[in-house]
């Protein structure tokens, strides 16, 4: 079994949709939640950092984590085509240790 | 947030040959790593490099394969020697634990394909 898994879509919605991506893991020891957004040729970019459990909210941006089902989502409110990237949830037991990543969710968001 | 780059951002191999990758970072580090990220994969961590010190490698990777240097605190390198199609990827490096911030920040990326 995987540390992370993470459902690889693709998924397509029309602009202005609620999207939710989601990473379910294994490792009730990780603490720090991660996701992180990587355009087409272009690197890994952090959008949004998390510490146990709870929600985060940051513009269009809602990261929630429940350590009791071992469930991470990330919410986008209103979305753009701007947002279409794929995006990768990350987590770690310390800031000191190794991250464990998701496969990546594909998001295209149709004008 | 740091900003990182990587050099070359592509590059194109004949098999057997070496590449070495480059990675600068604007500030002092403490931590910087090495991923290999194929298509459809997740990223894959090939080893933490240490300032002044030997990196540490993940299991499946060996030193004879991908050397890496750390000669200072915002520099690294990393070689991909003698290659094969097997490591046609793009490799990233990441820092962390800068005085700003304590998760990790990637660079673009080195995208490698090897004939």
């Known amino acids: 079994q995987k540390e992370v898994e993470q459902d690889p879509g693709p998924l397509s919605v029309p602009e202005g949709a609620i999207v939710s991506l989601n990473c379910t893991y294994s490792?009730?020891?990780?603490?720090?939640f991660m996701w992180y957004r990587q355009y087409s040729r272009k690197g890994p970019e952090l959008l949004m950092y998390t510490y146990s459990s709870g929600n985060k909210e940051d513009g269009r941006f809602t990261a929630q984590v429940d350590k009791s089902s071992k469930y991470i989502s990330l919410f986008i409110r209103d979305s753009q085509p701007s947002d279409s990237a794929t995006y990768l949830c990350a987590m770690s037991e310390n800031t000191g240790n190794q991250f464990y990543f998701g496969t990546g969710t594909s998001l295209t968001v149709i004008p | 947030s740091a900003v990182i780059s990587q050099k070359p951002s592509r590059d194109i191999c004949q098999r057997g040959t070496s590449l070495t990758i480059q990675c600068q970072v604007d500030s002092q580090v403490t931590m910087m790593f090495w991923y290999r990220q194929q298509p459809g994969q997740s990223l894959t961590l090939i080893a933490t490099a240490n300032q002044g010190s030997e990196a540490t490698y993940e299991s499946g990777f060996v030193i004879d394969k991908f050397p890496i240097s750390r000669p200072n605190l915002t520099f690294s390198t990393l070689t991909v020697s003698n290659m094969s199609p097997e490591d046609s990827s793009i490799y990233l490096c990441?820092?962390?634990?800068?005085?700003?911030?304590?998760?990790?920040?990637f660079g673009p990326g080195t995208r490698l394909t090897v004939l």
């Open positions: 490792n009730s020891a990780f603490q720090y």
């Open positions: 990441s820092v962390a634990g800068t005085a700003r911030t304590d998760t990790q920040y």
